[in-house]
């Protein structure tokens, strides 16, 4: 069970109390209405599944539950890091090559 | 007397306390103390079980966890009967019953050793070659009759009557494995402060201490060492000993699972204590300290019993004092069967001879052995052992040929060498590394905050290993944040030290015979079975051990994996890391479900929720059906009524008089603040800002594609306040859709959610009389149709209690929901009842509440939707702000498939013969004489007997069902085709009228 902390709590807590959301930054368009086939299908369908570190949004269900986003490398399963939702994709990442 | 083979003086036992038990129905006396392996040697018992595939008789391999053969069923009681258990794991008590496994009519006579003779048919992978013809045969004859022939003790048939503990636990420093490293670890971490958590599968702390008579630490013997080492601990504040407690899996971040086996040693453990604990602990460092696996030589019929692991024989005598035969041989690769040796010789048991693969092995133990004067071959195998039921003869020859010599003996101790246990290590994704020079792998790259020290490190001596493990304590203890050291590293004065050794079949057994050498015991893999694997096309080591079996027993080859390697390498002409090692999976030994289980089971399996109402309906005999985790009254049967009479019943009551419903389970949500309605505007399809204080909607909610997510009559109370009700099933992702957008999306909205629906307890009244029922018990608010009318919401106060009282329907009839604090819903229901009962109203379940609304054709989302059905599918386009410029699913909506002709639409069926009902999910189709597979054009989501109706009623999603009204559709079922017509989805009361009557 991994350990997963929580920006709004600031404590590191167990998996069990947490739900993945899919994947973080991926903006819901003000124009919904107005989007292209192509566009609500980029928005709507299309994800990344990369093998290695992935942005995903994550809600601490059993705790604040607030949504956060997340820093996951798909290879190890660790958290590299955690925060607000709403907060801009971190330009760099801790422990983190490249 | 317990046992003529138990040797006075010798082991730690106490001869006193005598334990009576049973094997096969023969009684015995083993010693308080003793496991059932040792108390059956004691008594000369070896032969005690009949293996696998060829049903070869068996005995101990081993003295503990890692033990292939010697699996028994324990039974306590008719319930209480545990299949494979490890005889050497076993500890015994008074009254103990054992039998043996695998074997008919008897243990020395089993009939199926008939495999053995026609082992040929039994080859590796034989399940994929010989029972194939002909090809049913396989899964009618073959398949049954080999599972059967195979099987490894009997389940119990009974429900486990024992129970189970379960414990989340937290510590700085986990330390697995209670032998000198362990001990040192845990010492050198306990003494910092830190919190320490120790555990050892054994009943007593000591690991090899337990046998080598040649380790001094503090002055004191190695075991006495153990036990004042462990009293210490055991005496700390900061330190947890678990005893008899198996790490058994680890997981990510320094997760690891242990199953503490809390009473099975026990005569009668009462029921206070549970059977086994589950602990679940999160560490901050873990030290691994779990040893090494003696291995056995590969050598034709090195399975007969009386032939075991050097190691093991030391424990049965230097700790259980007993001999495991009179006469015994040795056949060895490396030094440690020497000790055994000369520990059974000093206690005057005599020694056939020691057989040493090596051509001239020197050091103080072969001095020993020599002085002693115990004849040893160098430079010779053990080429075979006689004997059948028993060992009774060694066979030696020099290992590369020549002259045979047969030395008879009743038991031969065998020593390939030591593998180093990096079964955790390698669970926690750690990557083992192979040394070229001592044939062994040993933990590489670390992935988690552990440390491997001693045996299951590589290092050999006590010495270093408690060095090792000290310093591995103290550092462990320091990432944990401990602050000060002030302990003593432990003093090893003497010490016995081995390594090296041999893998694979030894001479004898080599690529150009045919002999039964034994790799896996367990699962009966011989030497030659690999070499075939090999041969016939597997490259891989995970092939050759499927198309083997090797490893897979349930001791997933603690002793056979090296071994098996070692001779696919050799028959691929490869060196052994290139081959690779098969992956290290959790369990590292069997645990039992019941301690994953703990006490999730019968009623505490899956929370159950019962509404305010809930005792009423049981007293009235209501019967319940599960919706979620509800308990929902599904009809209420009186006196010889079946469920189609009650339900009949029911129906006309409501529409006829009225009727009382229980719809406190509706999820309910309170969306509040000055931008509550902006939020029902984005949530919903409907339009809300204009909707009046005190007014209803029936509101659809979407996902972002365009389909249909919930629905629900949705209560303004204020310009500010909504009152949002959900399915049942779907108030929690209702909830977490709402919070999702509220806090990811339309962050700006200052509105707050809060889930009402155990809040307020709900119930329905619905029907002509509806009214006259409430109205006597409401006060505050009018009642009339113009001050109240259809769709609308008022809060008052109903028997003196605060009520959100609706008028809305979900039958067609005049109805109302009367929402009031839970606390309260009994007793207003009790009041509504019998004011109902001057008006002959009835109570009704979910299955009338269903046929009501289906004769409305009013939908259930998650029945007659599936998560492919827009409102358009459904009919509901008039639910659907055409104005609105955005709401989730919006653009989903109009996607160029969800707008295209021909999409499934509901609609109603009628079937043609009245009184035939279909059935829910039955497939339609057009045509009914086309061929099979017909083309199916959709499928009948709700259908009932309407009793109102006088017929049967049906709503069905039709691919272009609205275009469709009047045409004739078929139903193809087992006992015929049925045929329907296709129409609107009211059956009952088209006008709506009766909303008012």
Redesign the interface.
Known sequence: ???IRCPYCEEER?ELEFRN?GEAHIA??AN??G?S?DD?EKF?FIRSNPKGIIYE?W?HMHGC???FNAVRDTV???FVMTYK??EPKPAKLPGVAK | MSGAFRIPRAGRLSQAKTARFSFDGQSYTGIEGDTLASALLANGVHLVGRSFKYHRPRGFLSAGAEEPNALVQIVRDDARKTPNVRATVQELYDGLAANSQNRWPSLSFDVGAVNDLASPLFSAGFYYKTFMWPKAAWKSLYEPKIREAAGLGVSPDKPDPDHYSSRYAHCDVLVLGGGAAGLAAALAAAETGVRVILADEQAEFGGSLRFETGAKIDGQDGFVWAQAAIAKLTAMDNVRVLSRTTAFGY???N?VGLVERVSDHLKAPGHELPRERLW?V?AKRVVLASGAIERHMVFANNDRPGIMLAGAARTFLNHYGVAVGRNVGVYTANDSAYAAAIDLKKAGVNIAAIVDLRDNPTGPVIDEARALGIEINFGRAVIRAGGKLRVSSMTVQPKNGGGERTISVDAILMSAGWTPSVHLFSQS?GKVAFNDETKRFVPGTY?QDCVSVGACNGTDGLSATVDEAYAAGAMAAKDSGAKTAKGTKPKVDASESWSRGMLGAAPGAGPDTTVKAFVDFQNDVTAKDIRQAVHEGMRSIEHVKRFTTNGMATDQGKTSNMHGLAIAAETLGKPIPEVGLTTFRAPYTPVTFGAIVSHARGPLFDPTRKTAIHPWAEAQGAVFEDVGQWKRAWYFPRAGEDMHAAVDRECVAVRKTAGLFDASTLGKIEVVGPDAAKFMELLYTNPWEKLEPGRCRYGIMLR??GFIYDDGVVGRLAPDRFHVTTTTGGAPRVM?HM??YL???F?HLNVWLTSITEQWAVIAVQGPKSRDIIAPLVEGIDMSDEALPHMSVREGKICGVPTRLFRMSFTGERGFEVNVPADYGQAVWEALWAEGQKHGATAYGTETMHVLRAEKGYIIVGQDTDGTVTPNDAGLDWAVGKKK??FVG???M???DLVAKGRKQLVGLKTKDPKVVLEEGAQIVEDPKQAIPMKMIGHVTSSYWSQNCGRSIALALVAGGRDRMGDTLYVPMPNGVIEVEVTGMVFFDETGGRLNG
């Open positions: 069970m991994l350990l167990p959301a819901r368009s919904m209405a989007e086939d609500f709507f949004r809600r539950a607030r949504f190890t399963d660790k939702a709403g | 997981y990510a971040q997760f679940q999160r994704r992935a972002e594609d977490n919070e999702d806090q990811t999306e962050p410029t955005d919006i653009r989903g109009a996607r160029p």
